[in-house]
């Protein structure tokens, strides 16, 4: 039993020894092999390692985050990973922006609508007025 020298996943996958400092070890637990398989697999160890390198502490597990979530997408769709779901999301907004003007539009119209029969009305009242 290692006890709690139990290697990251990282190290586990790489078969090395995981070390007091390894950088890999704060992000990817032994208990989520996973997380780190994918990412290797995507990314690989060492451009990982590169890229957490140079990057501030604090911001190292945002990045873990978004490589596996990158590493995910690129699983599910060879050909756009995550921009497929962005290009997705991008259509998606124009569509809406589209529904929202043209609802805009129809209410401005309903609008003018009112403000014209406030007018005619008015202008009938001064046609009465004057009868
Ligand atoms: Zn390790």
Not at 62 to 88: H, T, W
């Amino acid at each position: 039993m290692g006890g709690s020298s139990s290697p990251c996943a990282s190290c586990k996958l790489l078969r090395r020894r995981c070390t007091k400092d390894c950088i890999f070890a704060p992000y990817f637990p032994p208990n989520e092999p996973h997380k780190f398989a994918i990412v290797h697999k995507v990314f690989g160890a060492s451009n990982i390692s590169k890229m957490l390198q140079e990057l501030p502490i604090q911001q190292r597990a945002d990045a873990v985050n978004s490589l596996v979530y990158e590493a995910n997408a690129r699983m599910k769709d060879p050909v756009y990973g995550c921009v497929g779901a962005i290009s997705f999301l991008q259509n998606q907004i124009s569509q809406l922006e589209m529904q929202l003007a043209m609802a805009q539009a129809e209410i401005l119209c309903i609008q003018m609508q009112n403000n014209n029969n406030n007018l005619c009305e008015i202008q009938i009242n001064n046609n009465d007025n004057n009868l």
